[in-house]
């Protein structure tokens, strides 16, 4: 399909922590996936190329790890699919009421029903793929059910179904940051992550330790402020007021 609605606030909402970089690679995922109406191939390089972004295969990726689902044919995004479908089921309506204009005008020529009465959308697949259904992932037993509820809740707001293959590449990411499942889920939740990178982590710790400096350098000039106002210039305390 060569059209499709973008909205832009829902997609702010959920992309909002991608680095420039991760944000276009994205897009042009989503633009691929929409035109050629199948999944992508397995091969993160070949995806590289189909994009136009050799360079960036760790961007490509992450968002392949957050935002699609891998399955038999390749990567795919439930939400492409789910509109594809829309689309398709739209064009057969479509075929369904020119089929009953086409019968009441039996005069009208084939040639002339095909010019002026086609309003059926173009597509490369007009029958829907048969989805996949997702691996569900146990609850690991170190982890609480609430957290778990709590993280597979952001998840599926962004459309993620929890794969194996997806867990076991967080888990990696966990072990790298020097967090257990129980920490690196909560720290998930607490940030509205539907997955985790040692990336992002480590950018948010650097940011927060950043804050914390900044403001125990404004309180020690704060203090120092008060000092040098309550002592005068021979070493005597100075009292208040007098």
Same mark, same amino acid.
């Given at each position: 399909? +060569?059209?499709?609605?973008?909205?832009? /606030?829902?997609?702010?909402?959920?992309?909002?922590?991608? *680095?420039?970089?991760?944000?276009?690679?994205?897009?042009?995922?989503?633009?691929?996936?929409?035109? +050629?109406?199948?999944?992508?191939? @397995?091969? +993160?390089?070949?995806? #590289?190329?189909?994009?136009?972004? %050799? &360079?960036?295969?760790?961007?490509?990726?992450?968002?392949?790890?957050?935002?699609?689902?891998?399955?038999?044919?390749?990567?795919? *995004?439930?939400?492409?699919?789910?509109?594809? $479908?829309?689309?398709?089921?739209?064009?057969?309506? #479509?075929?369904?009421?020119?089929?009953?204009? =086409?019968?009441?005008?039996?005069?009208?020529?084939?040639?002339? &029903?095909?010019?002026?009465?086609?309003?059926? %959308?173009?597509? +490369?697949?007009?029958?829907?793929?048969? @989805?996949? @259904?997702?691996?569900?992932?146990?609850? %690991?037993?170190?982890?609480?059910?609430?957290? =778990?509820?709590? =993280?597979?809740?952001?998840?599926?707001?962004?459309?993620? %179904?929890?794969?194996?293959? #997806? =867990?076991?590449?967080?888990?990696?990411?966990?072990? @790298?940051?020097?967090?257990?499942?129980?920490?690196?889920?909560?720290?998930?939740?607490? *940030?509205?992550?539907?997955?985790?990178?040692?990336?992002?982590?480590?950018?948010?710790?650097?940011?927060?330790?950043?804050?914390? $400096?900044?403001? /125990?350098?404004?309180?020690?000039?704060?203090? *120092?402020?008060? $000092?040098?106002?309550?002592?005068? /210039?021979? /070493?005597?305390?100075?009292?208040?007021?007098?």
């Amino acid at each position: 399909m +060569h059209y499709y609605q973008f909205n832009i /606030g829902d997609y702010q909402s959920h992309t909002s922590h991608l *680095s420039i970089e991760e944000d276009i690679a994205y897009r042009r995922l989503l633009d691929w996936c929409y035109l +050629h109406e199948r999944a992508l191939p @397995k091969d +993160h390089k070949q995806i #590289a190329r189909l994009i136009r972004m %050799p &360079s960036h295969s760790e961007c490509i990726a992450t968002v392949l790890q957050e935002f699609f689902v891998e399955s038999e044919d390749g990567y795919v *995004s439930t939400r492409v699919e789910q509109e594809i $479908t829309r689309v398709n089921e739209k064009a057969e309506k #479509a075929r369904c009421s020119a089929r009953k204009r =086409w019968d009441a005008n039996a005069l009208q020529t084939q040639s002339e &029903s095909n010019a002026t009465q086609d309003p059926i %959308p173009k597509t +490369h697949n007009p029958i829907p793929k048969e @989805k996949k @259904k997702a691996t569900v992932v146990a609850r %690991p037993p170190t982890v609480t059910e609430q957290v =778990w509820n709590d =993280w597979l809740v952001i998840r599926k707001s962004k459309g993620l %179904p929890l794969t194996e293959t #997806a =867990w076991g590449q967080i888990q990696t990411e966990f072990r @790298k940051s020097g967090l257990n499942d129980q920490q690196g889920i909560e720290y998930c939740c607490l *940030s509205n992550w539907a997955a985790f990178k040692t990336a992002w982590y480590e950018k948010q710790m650097q940011e927060q330790n950043a804050g914390l $400096t900044k403001q /125990g350098q404004m309180s020690q000039r704060v203090i *120092s402020g008060l $000092t040098r106002g309550l002592i005068k /210039g021979d /070493g005597n305390v100075k009292l208040l007021g007098r």
